[in-house]
């Protein structure tokens, strides 16, 4: 079944705006990561980080992580019209080997 | 560089036949392999993972089954399909051991109607 979950289902922003999508998960994991789904394509990695970290950056991109809560928040910073795609968080299970995906927040940035 | 292929790309098979989707990767050697199916407008539903050869672990109890043939190839069936095993279906590979990133690397994906 799958693990975590999104919110908010769908976002729609401006161009130059920031983005933020929370997800929530149910039990123990060794890293939580971010995806990206472009309409009727694989999905793409963006960024991973461990459960004993709280923030990582990568370009753009701010996560933040909250082991107490069992949520995980994913910042875009000054968005652009190609970020329009789904967004999925999951998370990693201590053995590495299962990974469960959320349901998914759907961004629009419009130009 | 390593390379995750899927087919076919789309597929409409009518209800009660067989399926037969077939992955594979290249450019790594013992991966973790997985297979995904993805509801219209819907997160990923884990379906089966593996760990090596034969050896195949499934997470729902559903109308297909899968195997690993060889090291670097995963295929996916069903004897007798559903309607509700339309979706889209996404293999994904990731490296084994400890220690390691564990992100995923996602094939194409296959679009199945059933009909």
């Known amino acids: 079944s799958q693990q975590g979950e999104e919110d908010p289902q769908a976002l729609s922003i401006q161009e130059g705006e920031n983005a933020t999508m929370n997800c929530s998960y149910k039990?123990?994991?060794?890293?939580l990561q971010w995806y990206r789904q472009n309409s009727g394509r694989g999905l793409v990695h963006l960024i991973l980080?461990?459960?004993?970290?709280r923030e990582k950056h990568s370009g753009r991109l701010r996560v933040t992580l909250d082991t107490s809560k069992k949520s995980s928040s994913l910042l875009i910073t000054a968005s652009r019209a190609a970020d329009t795609a789904s967004y999925f968080c999951a998370t990693v299970t201590n053995t590495g080997n299962q990974f469960y995906f959320g349901t998914g927040t759907s961004l629009t940035v419009i130009p | 560089s390593q390379t995750i292929h899927q087919w076919p790309a789309t597929l409409v098979q009518p209800v009660g036949s067989p399926l037969s989707l077939e992955c594979t990767v290249e450019g790594t050697s013992n991966p973790n392999l997985y297979w995904y199916r993805q509801a219209a407008g819907r997160g990923l539903q884990l379906l089966f993972y593996s760990v090596g050869i034969g050896q195949i672990s499934s997470e729902v109890p559903q109308n297909l089954s899968a195997s690993r043939p060889q090291d670097r190839q995963f295929i996916l069936s069903s004897k007798k399909l559903l309607l509700s095993d339309s979706g889209f279906y996404l293999c994904?590979?990731?490296?084994?051991?400890?220690?390691?990133?564990?992100?995923?690397?996602f094939g194409p994906g296959t679009r199945l109607t059933v009909t």
């Open positions: 994904a590979w990731s490296v084994r051991g400890q220690g390691r990133r564990y992100e995923q690397y």
């Open positions: 980080i461990r459960s004993n970290e």
């Open positions: 039990t123990s994991i060794n890293n």
